[in-house]
């Protein structure tokens, strides 16, 4: 199974000369994980996609507030949509889990692991 990414259009994702363009390591993490959950079945990408232009649809109409563009934070937040409307996760989860993930210090996922 492949994962139909678009390339043009509202749902296209960041490119520098046709590579995804990541600024952060959550964005890639948080792209691989919609992924791999398209991929094992969890839902249909048509339903991703439509998922990820509402919220860009929505940030769009509320005038783009906060900065640059946060297609990410978007993709992200579709994704939260589509798992708490297959009930994968409940909204109350994700809110749950993103604060306690927010509140870890930073450098958290770089560990020293040689002993």
Known sequence: MSTPLDIEGPAAPPRSNGELVFAEPWESRAFGLAVTLHEAGSFTWP???TALIARITAWTASGGPGGPYPYYRLWLGALE????????V?????????????????????RDHAH
């Open 90 to 110: 409940s909204t109350d989860e994700v809110i749950t889990r993103a604060r306690a993930l927010a509140q870890r210090a930073p450098g958290h996922d770089h």
């Open 47 to 49: 339903e991703f996609r």
């Open 81 to 88: 949509d589509v798992l708490a409307g297959l009930g994968v």
